[in-house]
């Protein structure tokens, strides 16, 4: 068994950190995709980090690393200063789409993964789902199945899947980009609460400027293909943040600017 290297004084604060890390793929004409180019990052306890970027620049990637879903190709992904090798208790992950299991009701979908990993529910399980519920809005619905509700509801259902173990990091990769413009400004609040409710690192990928200003303590704007950290920008909004954070001066300052570095990234 390899040894696990101790943390560092220089990371021992940050919760996942990339050093020097790359990703090259190789394609089916077998070419090499380079995904990610010398990444350097470090996320904080508790913080809040939107990733945004052209389209295949790597933010998706980011998130399978830190998920343990795949080994760089160069570099180290870190979490608590431990090189990430598997899929780790510590994390839940949130996709684009929902991934209800349309046979299960709405609570079994929030408890399966328990089920799924030790081949069974406790009533400890049961408990903590049913008070995730209620945290979402859902409390009404746990024996209804995905089918009779609505997308926002069943991202819901999703995000309390990904609760329930109550992960010290939160991966979610755009996870309302399938929802309507109103669903989408109402999930982002709803997350905000849980999250000020029941804080953890979260890393969210999203390609909405205005979702990455609400929600984020900080974002990290990626260049196009090969994937690089080209910025990393503050956001000094006020918490918590409501409807009128959408019309601060700051916040419409920041995404024109942000806008303007997206746009200006071209692929090279
Ligand atoms: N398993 C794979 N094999 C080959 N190429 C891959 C693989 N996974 C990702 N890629 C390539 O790596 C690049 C980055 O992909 P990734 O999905 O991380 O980008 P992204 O920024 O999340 O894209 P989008 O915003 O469109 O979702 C893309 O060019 C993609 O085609």
Redesign the pocket.
Known sequence: MSAVPAPTASNAGLVIEFAGVG?T????DGSP????QDVNLGLRRHEFVS?I????????????LVGGL?RPTSGTVSIFGMPVTEPRDEIGFAF?RPTLLPWLDVLDNVTFPMRHKYGRVDARDTARAQELLAVTGLADFARKRPAELSGGMQQRVAIARALLHDPDILLM??PFSALDALTRDEMSFELLRIWSERPKTVVF?T?SIQEALLLSDRIVV?SA?P?RVAEIIDVPLPRPRNLATLSDPVFTHLANEIRVKVFSRKPE
């Open positions: 990703q793929f190789t394609s089916s995709v380079v995904a990610l990733v970027g052209p389209s295949g620049c790597g933010k998706s990637t980011l998130l399978r795949l684009q990769d755009e990928v390609h990626m293909r994937g």
